[in-house]
């Protein structure tokens, strides 16, 4: 773990983060990571793993696998962003309770962040996948 990394970290409300993510799909999110954070999105994901402990890592590890299964169908995609949010949180802070580990809401942000930053670099580097995720790579490809 980086310390320095999990500092940078800023503390979050994540009824708030929730209430913000409302009535968006979560494909549109993951579709604004790739835009905004383009070539960078491996640093970023790097910089997110980073600031766990190897408790974490190896007590969320699982969720990650989850997510990626759901990936594959279609109607993930079009899930309300908040509702993904949420679940993630949840599972989080029930895999932690489940493995006796202290839980953050800073942590549980962190993690959605690594599963929505892990699907952009899928599809920014597999045209099959926007396509079924129903994104586009660049907003001038519209």
């Keep these: 773990m980086n310390q320095e990394l999990r500092d940078q970290i800023r503390n979050v409300d994540l009824t708030q983060l929730e209430e913000q993510f409302k009535g968006a799909e979560y494909r549109h999110l993951v579709q ?3 835009r905004k954070i383009g070539s960078q999105l491996e640093l970023a994901i790097l910089g997110a793993v980073e ?36 679940e993630i949180c949840s599972n989080y802070f029930d895999v932690m309770s489940k493995h006796n580990l202290p839980s953050e809401d800073k942590i549980a942000f962190n993690l959605f962040q690594i599963i929505t930053m892990n699907f952009a670099i899928q ?14 790579k660049n907003w001038l490809l519209r």
């Design 123 to 136: 599809a920014r580097d597999q045209k099959a996948l926007r396509k079924f995720i129903g994104i586009k």
């Design 51 to 86: 600031a766990l402990t190897d408790e974490e890592k190896v007590a969320i590890e699982g969720l990650a696998e989850i997510y990626n299964e759901a990936g594959y169908q279609q109607d993930f995609w079009r899930r309300d962003c908040s509702e993904v949010f949420q």
């Design 32 to 34: 604004q990571h790739i």
